[in-house]
């Protein structure tokens, strides 16, 4: 006797398991006991009998609970009758479909296993050790579930701070028997297919409101004060953040026209600068001028640096200190910072303190600059920083120290970032480390200063480098003598002003911000460059959205307050962030409610909050009497099952049934013996897709019927183009048309291929009563008088399939004469066969014999002149082509003029000696 193995619910494999991985173990050689049972009582098979070898399979599918763990005891079937071995084997036959086995199922297999009376067996532990991590390792492998689920929220304020998409049901009849209070926490939607009335649905959601909202401000031909000038906004937001659920709003930032300007030079004055001093000198009024361009607000400031004033930095000695220059050069004294000039609309005051500044001197190349641009930054009264755009120019030919350079001269303190000027000098100098990069970076953020470095080319990689490190800052190439500063300095700030970028304070843990930028041109940037917009000009405006999100609420009661601001301004947008901790049925709440077993808890949002110490749905146990056996036997539906049927617990001696990760998918009823997703399935949907699972039977939506809700009731499938339905030669079932005769085919029985065509069947006789012509001339009267013909003098007269509400077939046949005769056939509504003939079939003429042979003698006649005319022109290219090379050869020929050897000529000539030629 073979058991069938059941199909899992969920037959899909799961991504992790492959088919490599799905193996089966056999266990051998399994030594049997004799029996007192009668044989009949053994169940095995004849082969397992014969061969003393037991091979069980136990296929792990979807299983859980009561039935499913049922299911698999029974693939662990003892070979022999109970008393003898137990010989199980555990395999994973179908290993691919386990996507998420129930651990408690595996439980239940160890304790079948454990359980059986099991006498002496030899087999080998191990491959049951292997088949046991197989099983835990598809159960670890089980994917995320639902956040509202997998939570167990046990209120609905805890319920809404699992996520957005979570919500509470509040229906005190909403809870079906054996589900556990957190069953009211899970997706909306799933809510509301499970019967909860959205009026009953908790699901509170955040808002944003905007407090101040001043317009940015637009061009004006009035002269505006600083603090009347609007270049961010909003200006103050109010967020109230429900959790995973973002809320944004938009940050619209437009340069404003003729803003005012406060620019600090700051000057390295050691000995290398000496010549660059004396450009500086005249720089007041100049620059004001070229700045008077720009804005007609401008103030300009200066200050000056060298060095810590301790060794080794400088020389100590008593002479140094007075003129720590060499030879004749006459010097101040080394000093470490010293505010010259406090910011000042009136550039010759800036030229004459300039001009009465003399040169300094250090020992070592990299000069004290850090100092210098904290106490710029920090001492905002003493520099008489406004509220404006601030620059700080910073000048040089050296490089700088930075915090820890600063123990060489015995300075260990850290710097402490706090203004230390006395009568405008830096007087803390030689007890504070020098400042660190990320320091200077808080500390000019903070007051708003934007840097310029103004450094020598033989420095400049260097300082690039420093202002990658600096947010709103920039590098000019100095001249040998600073005659190009002013165009440097007005090259920057053009640089600086036409990008803005925002920051924002600290934020806790569970807040997150995400900004967009909307640019010019169209420009949309994400992620951090969505912070940042390039390429702005006066006047321009572009948009950043803003969104913020938190998980979960902060461990603090009071708002949470966040400042958005464009690095280099002064002006940012406060965002106070408020939590939505609660339910609004919390304010309801009543504590110790009678409905919570007497004053045990607080009956809040349509169920029990219970006291410490307390459980049950209604808090009616105490957590010390929540496993005892009394209780634990009512939670059986009998004393041969398990405890709520293994797919639940037994809490007060009711059953809770326990959640599945699917939220669609749930265990109920008194022992959680019922759920919804065990129903048969059709097309791989549950109940066909047409139909709901009730404990595990299908309750089909109307027009459906069928176990697994997959048979329409609907016909219309089945009409044939007759209107009829199947065509008259079946009937429909379940929206099928089942053909009586076997000959049809088709879903409407129409199509019959064994069949002639209704052409070729009504050809003879339509043939013998239109012509009297064909095989059934002679009995044609007999056979042929079942349909009514018409006949049409023209084509054009025979019906088309668009003039009748009934189907036409047009046809084509040849007659016994081998002429064409054209007709058309059609069964009317009325059942009448009608048969409309063309009057004169169509006979096609014989060919014309005389054209034809005259037309072949002529093209063989002329066929052969062609290939006459081909050969002589051949044969008069070949002969030109001989001749021409006769004569080639003729004019190569080389002929010998030599005389013969034995000639000898008939006349000879005397000459006489005497004559002279007279």
């Not at 304020?157 to 699992?162: N, P, V």
């Not at 100590?316 to 003129?323: D, F, G, S, V, Y």
């Not at 007890?431 to 934007?450: E, F, G, M, R, T």
């Not at 049409?792 to 046809?811: E, F, G, L």
Request: charged share 25%; with cysteine.
């Amino acid at each position: 006797m073979t058991r069938q193995i059941p199909t899992p619910s969920q037959p899909s494999p799961h991504p992790l398991v492959s088919p490599e991985l799905c193996i089966r173990i056999r266990l051998k050689s399994v030594d049997t006991v004799p029996t007192k049972e009668p044989a009949a009582s053994i169940n095995t098979t004849a082969e397992g009998r014969d061969s003393k070898e037991a091979m069980l399979f136990t296929v792990m599918g979807e299983i859980w609970g009561g039935e499913a763990a049922g299911s698999l005891r029974g693939y662990l079937r003892p070979v022999t009758s109970s008393g003898s071995v137990c010989a199980a084997a555990v395999g994973f036959g179908r290993l691919c479909a386990v996507a998420h086995a129930n651990i408690q199922s595996i439980k239940q297999i160890a304790l079948s296993i454990g359980s059986k009376t099991c006498l002496p067996l030899k087999m080998d532990l191990k491959l049951i050790f292997i088949a046991f991590i197989g099983l835990f390792y598809c159960c670890n492998s089980q994917k995320e579930g639902n956040e509202c689920i997998n939570k167990n929220a046990k209120h609905c304020g805890e319920c809404i701070q699992t996520g957005a998409k979570c919500g509470w049901c509040t229906d005190p009849d909403f809870l079906k028997q054996g589900e556990t209070v957190s069953s009211r926490c899970d997706e909306l939607q799933s809510l509301i297919k499970r019967g909860c009335n959205k009026t009953f649905i908790e699901n509170p959601l955040g808002k944003k409101d905007i407090l101040k909202d001043k317009d940015v401000t637009n061009r004006s031909k009035e002269k505006l004060r600083p603090e009347d000038i609007t270049q961010v906004q909003p200006q103050q937001v109010r967020l109230t953040l429900r959790s995973g659920e973002p809320q944004s709003f938009k940050l619209k930032f437009k340069r404003a026209e003729d803003y005012p300007i406060d620019l600090y030079y700051l000057m390295d004055l050691s000995y290398s600068m000496k010549d660059d001093l004396e450009n500086v000198k005249n720089l007041g009024t100049s620059l004001m001028h070229e700045m008077s361009k720009i804005t007609s607000d401008f103030k300009i400031g200066f200050g000056s640096f060298v060095e810590k004033t301790v060794m080794p930095y400088i020389s100590t000695t008593p002479a140094k200190l007075l003129n720590p220059c060499t030879g004749d050069q006459n010097c101040t004294s080394p000093f470490s910072y010293k505010n010259v000039l406090p910011l000042t609309g009136n550039g010759a005051t800036f030229n004459r303190l300039v001009g009465e500044q003399q040169i300094s001197g250090n020992l070592d190349s990299p000069e004290g600059g850090f100092d210098a641009i904290m106490q710029v930054a920090v001492c905002g009264q003493q520099i008489g920083w406004r509220n404006v755009t601030r620059l700080l120019v910073f000048s040089t030919d050296a490089g700088f120290h930075f915090a820890g350079d600063g123990k060489l001269g015995g300075i260990v303190l850290p710097n402490d970032g706090k203004c230390h000027l006395e009568n405008n000098v830096y007087t803390m100098s030689h007890y504070y480390d020098y400042p660190s990069i990320a320091h200077l970076v808080q500390k000019l953020s903070d007051n708003n200063i934007q840097t310029i470095f103004a450094v020598t080319e033989e420095f400049q990689p260097v300082y690039q480098e420093l202002k990658n490190l600096i947010p709103k800052s920039a590098v000019g190439t100095l001249s040998a003598n600073s005659s190009n500063v002013i165009n440097l300095i007005i090259d920057a700030y053009n640089a600086l002003s036409s990008e803005v970028i925002l920051e924002n304070t600290k934020v806790s843990n569970n807040v997150t911000i995400e900004y967009t930028s909307h640019c010019k041109n169209g420009v949309i940037n994400k992620g951090e460059n969505g912070r940042k917009c390039s390429n702005i000009s006066i006047g321009d405006e572009v948009h950043f959205n803003i969104s913020i999100t938190s998980k979960g609420c902060p461990n603090q009661t009071n708002p949470e307050i966040i400042k958005i601001k464009p690095l280099g301004f002064t002006e940012e947008v406060e965002i106070i962030l408020h939590f939505i901790c609660e339910c609004d049925c919390h304010s309801e709440a009543i504590n110790n409610s009678q409905v919570c077993s007497n004053g045990n808890g607080t009956y809040e949002c349509g169920a029990c909050r219970c006291k410490d110490g307390r459980v049950g749905r209604e808090c009616e146990c105490s957590s010390n009497e929540v496993s005892t056996e009394d209780m634990d036997r009512t939670c059986r539906k009998d004393n041969g099952t398990d405890i709520c049927s293994n797919n639940g617990e037994c809490v007060c001696g009711t059953c809770e049934c326990k959640p599945r990760e699917n939220p669609e998918e749930r265990y109920s009823g008194q022992f959680c013996e019922c759920d919804n997703f065990n129903c048969d399935r059709s097309g791989n949907k549950l109940c066909g897709g047409h139909g709901v699972c009730e404990c595990r039977k299908c309750i089909c939506d109307p027009m459906w019927n069928g176990t697994a809700c997959d048979c329409s009731l609907d016909q219309s499938t089945c009409y044939a183009s007759n209107k009829q339905i199947c065509n008259g030669r079946g009937r429909c079932e379940c929206g099928i048309c089942k053909c009586d005769d076997p000959k049809f085919q088709g879903p409407t029985c129409e199509t019959c291929p064994t069949c002639p065509s209704v052409c070729a069947e009504h050809k003879e006789c339509v043939e013998c009563r239109a012509f009297g012509t064909g095989v059934k001339k002679e009995t044609c009267q007999k056979e042929c008088s079942d349909f009514t013909m018409h006949k049409v003098p023209t084509k054009d007269k025979i019906p088309q399939p668009t003039d009748k509400s009934y189907p036409v077939m047009h046809c084509k046949e040849r007659d016994a004469n081998d002429c064409w005769f054209y007709y058309t056939y059609a069964v009317t509504n009325s059942t009448e066969k009608v048969v409309y003939v063309l009057d004169e079939p169509d006979c096609p003429t014989g060919p014309d014999i005389i054209p034809i042979v005259a037309g072949v003698v002529a093209g063989i006649v002329l066929i052969g002149l062609a290939l006459l005319l081909i050969w002589k022109l051949l044969m008069i290219i070949h002969d030109r082509r001989e001749f021409a090379k006769f004569e080639k050869e003729k004019m190569n020929a080389k002929w010998d003029t030599g005389e013969n050897p034995i000639y000898k000529s008939a006349v000879t000539t005397v000459v006489n000696p005497k004559y002279e030629g007279k």
